[in-house]
């Protein structure tokens, strides 16, 4: 009782603390799982291909479908091909393999027909013919089988549409493959290119490496990463003077034990065990309050979800920066006021 | 009273470090509850604004589905431009419906005077001032009023002779010319003011962005219909349209409209259905900066009141002299509300700094006091509880 009487503020900073850094690196991690997760349903083992012209004037007179055709001859692999055709939308194209969108109805594209998904609130575009839905883009209608809402993966900006691909249209474009492997897709490039060496190409796999999967967390993540901050700030500020203060608040017991021949290292630790059981015991309630504010949707656009790792990742990040402010608070102690004196014994 | 305020500024100066970290913890603070108070003043006014626009028909915007390859096409084909010029005609001189467009930008002026305009940017001892080109229909839509001169007249935006742009120019500018002047951009291109705008002006180009945009430090120019010629001109201005009718079935027009001249892939969306997206935007980013809100000033709050506690502690037996020479509570009040006191004003002042409104400005000082009353709260309560023979006691120890 008397351990709590004297601590009442390093708890209310404690509960502050464990409060936000729970919440912090509960977003943290979440949002770098989110970074392994690729757009439009496509799975970890895609790739982007880019296809163009060594001369950037020049037209190539090849078509896409030239492209699926190698692609299909390579591998006997089910697999999708989407090809970006505007800011809003791609064309797909699907062999043996489902569309990966989590569509309204679970429809899927029937093949040969020129079919569309759309998002939602695209629906309005609709424009009905013979009792059938349809979108126009390009001045060709395509049929609405089905409707998605879209999901913001990363930093890309979410689709509102997906048309049948148009194996007509130039070859030139952007691609991402899923369900071959690289070197299937290499091999029908290069073929490609032996038919129109003017083509160039680049193949890369969509999957983010460590690093830029970090550079898009702290993008992402900016206001939480710039809160941590804050938070460290703020302890640096505001926590060494509190915890020099509850020392001093408890210089009785501490000249109690260097009569009875406690050493400096003694206090220290003693001091040391008192000051993480006061931490722990706070953080316990922060982590609390954490919940609570998740659990009722306080902070639901900036954290979304309470992670047991960033709970473990939070705790540790606490004991480190308590330790760390008993240590330099008995230094500061040690040299100014002499509370506590090395080699007493 | 007065000599209570200087023992607690001098209390401040002893404790100069504390004093300035303190002064920070509470500048952030207030800047904070600044910026919170502005996003709420600036989503309100969004919402109004909006229901301005909508109250009595439907306004739909252009989303362009074109891929830049065919963009490149189009702006590489010299036979584009005719076609372009009717599919223009036909969205903005339309009998079925209206339209209206703009689009922003900024020219660089050399007038010492404008540097003293407030929301005119300096660039390399030249002014930048933002304008908006608009087409017929916006003063209308936006309900923008004129405060002196005149509005665009049909000519304005169908002149081939003049030599001068007419321009419409935002209150603040209104301290560097007046109506009739004529000025020169960087590019030698002259402009005269025909008219000054009223205080308070604003619009949104709410499929673009979701911010409300002031045009008191901004010039409105008029899209001058005669100078269109390449794709590039009409490529500005068609695509971020918007039309306004209580009819859908124009809008399926214009997409038509389009494909068959072979221009543009367009879809729609109504601005009813835009703006909720705008105000989840505008939302996430109140929710931010509420959250670092609340992380400082959950800090600044406990920094305060320990801060407050270890003065109480250090002046005990002060105070006791204070009380037995006569001093009432109230006077003990008022020296520790006044360690406070300095450090709130300077926070409060600083906020100046930044492009603050009335409404702002009596949120963040409410707040202020809310939070100096609960810093003081505690130590107060732990003084008044103490009794003064405890305080004098507290000496011997």
Known sequence: MGLLNKSYYIIAYYIVVATFTCLAFSSLIDSYEQTAVLPDGLSPGSMRVTVSMSEEDKESSMKTGRLIKKLTTQSNDPFLLYKDISSYGKAFFLQDHSLPLSTANGHQPKQGHSVVVLDHEMAHNIRKKDGEKYFRFNNRDYEVIDFFTPKDVGMELARKFFITLDPTTNVTGMYEVDGLSMDSVDHALKSLQKEEPSLKFEVTPLRLTVSERLEHVIQDQLVVVASLLVTIVFIMMSTIGTTTAWIDARRDEIYARYLVGARFRDVRRWLLKEYLFVVFGSFAVGAMCAFLLLAVGAFDKVVTSFDGRGLVTALAFCLLIGTSTLVVATWIDQRKKGIIRKGSS | ?397
């Open chain 2, 1 to 397: 009273m007065g000599n209570q305020f200087l023992l607690a500024l001098k209390d401040l100066w002893r404790q100069k470090g504390q004093t300035f970290i303190l002064l920070v913890q509470i500048m952030l603070v207030i800047g904070l509850i600044q910026f919170a108070a502005l996003s709420f003043i600036d989503l309100h006014k969004m919402k109004e604004e909006v229901k301005k626009l909508t109250s009595d028909k439907e306004i739909y915007g252009l989303m362009d589905l074109t891929s830049e390859k065919d963009i490149d096409t189009l702006m590489n084909d010299d036979k584009k431009a005719p076609v372009m010029r009717s599919l223009y005609e036909f969205i903005f001189h339309n009998k079925n419906f209206s339209a209206f467009r703009m689009s922003s930008n900024s020219l660089s002026v050399k007038d010492p005077a404008l540097l003293k305009v407030k929301g005119v940017t300096p660039i390399r001892g030249q002014s930048e001032i933002e304008y908006v080109m608009t087409t017929e229909k916006f003063l209308d839509y936006f309900r923008i009023d004129i405060a002196k001169g005149r509005r665009f007249v049909a000519e304005d935006y169908v002149n081939k002779k003049t030599k001068s742009t007419p321009v419409l120019i935002g209150s603040r500018l209104a301290q560097v010319w007046d109506v009739g002047d004529i000025f020169t951009d960087a590019y030698g291109d002259q402009y005269k003011v025909i008219g000054i705008l009223k205080e308070g002006a604003t619009y949104i180009d709410i499929m673009a962005s979701r911010e409300i945009q002031q045009l008191d430090s901004m010039m409105i120019s008029p899209v001058n219909d005669s100078k269109l010629q390449y794709f590039s001109d009409y490529d500005d201005i068609i695509p971020g349209s918007y039309i306004v009718s209580n009819d859908e079935a124009v809008m399926k027009q214009i997409v038509d409209y389009a494909a068959k001249l072979k221009t543009y892939a367009f879809a729609y969306k109504s601005m009813s259905q835009q703006v909720k997206h705008v105000i989840a935007d505008k939302q996430e980013w109140i929710q931010i900066q509420l959250f670092l809100l609340s992380l400082v000033m959950s800090f600044t709050l406990i920094s305060l009141i320990v801060s407050l506690l270890q003065f109480v502690a250090k002046n005990r037996y002060e105070f006791g002299i204070h009380y037995l020479t006569g001093a009432t509570d109230k006077y003990i009040i008022m020296r520790i509300t006044f360690q406070l006191l300095p450090l709130f004003i300077i926070g409060n002042l600083v906020n100046f700094f930044i492009d603050v409104t009335v409404m702002s400005v009596c949120v963040t000082f409410l707040a202020s006091i809310v939070l100096g009353m609960l810093a003081v709260i505690i130590p107060v309560m732990k003084i008044r509880r103490m009794g003064l023979s405890s305080i004098l006691r507290w000496k011997i120890k």
